[in-house]
């Protein structure tokens, strides 16, 4: 019986393992941890036209489920009323290329409960959106569905384009604080897939 550790390892992947330091391996752990957080279990978003259709006008911003929201964006009217972190990014559908902005938030909860490690072992001061958005990464999901002529969009199934962090706040004690360091560009514009 070998006791190598390469035992069990094809020639390539043993290659590939020797070559990923360990703390890039870590950091693929961790990516694969956030991933499976942020967009576990989110669909395709509700068109929600009967609100829009009432309203008459588009909304100013969209809550991480997609509902379509008329008040000024506060972290306060996140759908997670949990949430500890919370932020307002624009995104755009890649097929049809209409900008959007969209709230994401984060409740330490989910980590404790997703992890199963006891809430002692995570560091308090630890800012989970603000460390995504630093690997560009914004993690919505679907975007709000949108429409072409009438018509649900096709980019309504498609991950959105991430452009900006508009506003990124985070509770302390109870209270919300904005932390305009956390605001930034994610990505260069791109083409949408149905646009010229």
């Known amino acids: 019986m070998q006791t190598d550790k390469r035992a069990g390892l094809s020639k390539l992947a ?3 393992h020797a070559l990923i330091s360990e703390r890039d391996r870590r950091f693929l752990r961790r ?3 956030r991933v499976r957080v942020v967009r576990g279990g989110r669909e395709l978003k509700q068109p929600y036209k009967d609100i829009l259709r009432i309203a008459g ?3 100013l911003w969209y809550d ?6 008329y008040e000024p964006f506060q972290p306060k009217l996140a759908n997670d009323i949990y949430a500890d972190e919370c932020a307002l990014v624009l995104l755009a559908c890649q097929y049809c290329g209409r900008e959007m902005q ?6 330490r909860m989910r980590r404790f ?3 199963g490690k006891p809430p002692e072992e995570f ?8 460390d995504l958005f630093t690997h560009g990464v914004v993690g919505y999901g679907d975007p709000p569905c949108c429409s072409v002529d009438g018509e649900l969009c096709t980019g309504a199934t498609m991950s959105p384009m991430e452009l900006r962090v508009l506003e990124y706040w985070r509770r302390i004690g109870g209270e919300w604080m904005r932390m305009p360091e956390n605001e930034y560009e994610l990505v260069d514009r791109m083409t949408p897939a149905g646009g010229e």
């Not at 969209?102 to 409740?107: Q, T, W």
């Not at 560091?123 to 603000?130: G, I, K, V």
Request: a negative charge.
């Open 102 to 107: 969209c709230c994401v938030s984060y409740n």
């Open 123 to 130: 560091d308090p001061e630890y800012c989970y959106l603000a």
């Open 64 to 69: 991480e489920v997609g509902v379509p929201r």
């Open 31 to 33: 990516r694969r941890e």
């Open 14 to 16: 043993w290659i590939a």
């Open 113 to 115: 409960l997703v992890s």
């Open 57 to 59: 006008v588009d909304p």
